[in-house]
């Protein structure tokens, strides 16, 4: 083997050890392209960089996006002091409150002090909408105020990381940042390897949709004696490359209405919140007292004389909000990265009495904290004597 190729070969061997294994996942909506550092084998009175690159791959924008190094406890930073430790999630005071249809946002603003971001559901409004105002409403206060964490020089901060549009070929908004490090100063004779990890955090949407077929008794019947098909398969569309999305695992397509009978007919159908990312759902205050997996849910069912007869806690309407523990007593996240739940639709059979055919839809928005991380090492020589 030729002396160049060996060097070459050498140099791809020790580059490896210092840039993170790929696990890119692109349902992790924000993945990491790169993080790295450089030199992979540092010396008390090296300087090491550690670069990160990041990029929205899914199809809504990531809010509150923030970076943080971890592993790295005992280094100093480029000025040779040692490093703050800020983790502003865990300072920040933020908490909800959702009581008679009103939803409000708090949390700690070191300019404002305390800060209470929300507003009432107006009439006419649908929920989901609602919802997702006052989520927006806190995310443009508390993420535009959170950039003050940039205070903090362990933490890398962005507002707002704009979402690709697949089907335009345009990509998500992407960003680079990194961290100067000096390591640690350790005993002569002492090689030993820190490793290390970037964690991005950032609050994400999920956007599902379902739509289901209806037919009267009658007309399934006119169908059948046509020969026409009587099952279909059941698809639900989720926001593209979202890292929390909903399936549907049991149910019927289409639903038959007894239009002859009395009452309501009722479907039964088992859904999923699935985790398909690498990471998991983050608490959304301090996790020393919250449990992981939260999410706020809102679910909205329409079709002529639909209603709720047994989802998530209701038994009427067809408007659902699940909010914060309620989602994680109802349907937490287990250790398979599912959360299946059983959602029972009651149909009034008067309402299909002339009405041969129609459509019964579902459409789910999830709100929640998500993570996903990258790890490196990087190998540290102890301080040689000088002589």
């Not at 209470?116 to 995310?139: D, H, K, M, P």
């Amino acid at each position: 083997m030729k002396p160049y190729i060996i060097l070459l070969l050498l140099a791809v061997i020790v580059a490896s050890g210092c840039v993170a294994t790929s696990n890119r996942n692109p349902n992790d909506a924000i993945v990491i392209n790169e993080f790295s550092a450089d030199p992979p084998l540092a010396e008390p009175d090296d300087v090491v960089n550690m670069f990160l690159d990041i990029e929205n791959v899914g199809g809504t924008t990531a809010r509150c996006v923030t970076a943080e190094l971890y592993g790295d406890e005992s280094w100093y930073n480029e000025m040779g002091q040692p490093l703050s430790y800020a983790r502003p999630w865990r300072s920040n005071g933020l908490s909800f409150d959702y009581n008679n249809g009103q939803l409000y946002f708090n949390y700690w603003d070191n300019s404002r002090g305390a800060v209470n971001v929300g507003y009432e559901r107006g009439r006419g409004v649908a929920l989901s909408a609602y919802v997702s105002g006052a989520w927006g409403q806190f995310t443009n206060n508390f993420c535009g105020a959170a950039a003050g964490w940039t205070q903090f020089s362990d933490v890398k901060y962005f507002d707002s990381i704009r979402a690709a549009v697949p089907v335009q070929n345009k990509p998500g908004q992407s960003f680079t940042t990194q961290w100067i490090r000096q390591p640690p100063v350790l005993p002569e004779g002492i090689h030993t390897s820190y490793p290390l990890t970037a964690r991005v955090s950032y609050l994400y949407t999920t956007n599902a949709h379902v739509n289901l077929v209806a037919y009267n008794k009658a007309e399934a019947q006119r169908r059948e004696l046509l020969g026409e098909q009587l099952s279909f398969p059941i698809a639900i569309e989720n926001s593209h490359a979202a890292p929390v999305q909903v399936a549907m695992t049991r149910g019927i397509n289409p639903i038959v209405v007894n239009q002859r009978a009395e009452n309501y007919e009722l479907a039964n159908y088992v859904f999923e919140f699935q985790n398909v990312g690498n990471g998991w759902p983050l608490p959304f205050e301090s996790d020393v007292s919250v449990p992981n997996g939260f999410i706020f849910a809102t679910v909205e069912l329409s079709g002529p004389g639909t209603s709720f007869y047994d989802c998530l806690g209701a038994d009427s309407g067809t408007e659902i909000f699940v909010y914060g523990d309620v989602v994680q007593n109802l349907v937490k996240l287990r250790a398979d990265k599912r959360a299946p739940f059983g959602c029972t639709i009651a149909i009034d059979r008067a309402a299909w009495a002339d009405t041969p055919t129609g459509t019964v839809s579902l459409t789910f928005n999830l709100w929640y904290r998500y993570y996903t991380d990258a790890q490196i090492s990087v190998d540290v020589l102890g301080r040689q004597e000088n002589i």
